[in-house]
């Protein structure tokens, strides 16, 4: 069985909640290791909001609550151009031992995920 999550967000509103609450947001959505990588961004609303956009996606694809898991959830470079997702705590429960693909998309005001979970 394959559970499909699909996200879409406005990177302007992330940028704003950015320029808005700092620090705050970002430590309460994102790892330590994404702020470390999207901050060197020249773009980095855009790499901000595409990490937001995998997060909500892959809440979809399970079918739970996506504040539960935010910063369980985290967007590595994988190997080779494609990112992969390192699942910690809850959401690595969650998983068990199912497959977890992820594509992302950006461009200057929208970034798409989708997460496909699979046995």
């Known amino acids: 069985m394959v ?17 808005r609450w ?3 947001f970002l430590q309460r959505i994102f790892t330590r ?3 470390a990588y999207c901050s060197k961004r020249v773009r980095s609303a855009e790499s901000f909001a595409v990490r937001f956009a995998a997060k909500e996606a892959f809440a ?7 504040v539960s898991i935010w910063r369980e959830v985290e967007v590595i470079r994988g ?12 959401a690595r429960e969650l998983v068990g031992a199912r497959r977890v693909d992820l594509s992302l998309s950006h461009a200057s ?3 798409v995920a989708v997460v496909l979970v699979e046995d």
């Open 3 to 19: 559970s499909v999550g699909v996200d879409i967000v406005e990177v302007g509103r992330i940028a704003d909640a950015i320029d």
């Open 22 to 24: 700092g620090a705050r």
């Open 33 to 35: 290791t994404e702020i």
């Open 60 to 66: 979809k694809a399970l079918k739970i609550g996506r």
């Open 79 to 90: 190997e080779g151009p494609r990112p992969s997702v390192l699942l910690h705590g809850a």
């Open 109 to 111: 005001t929208h970034a």
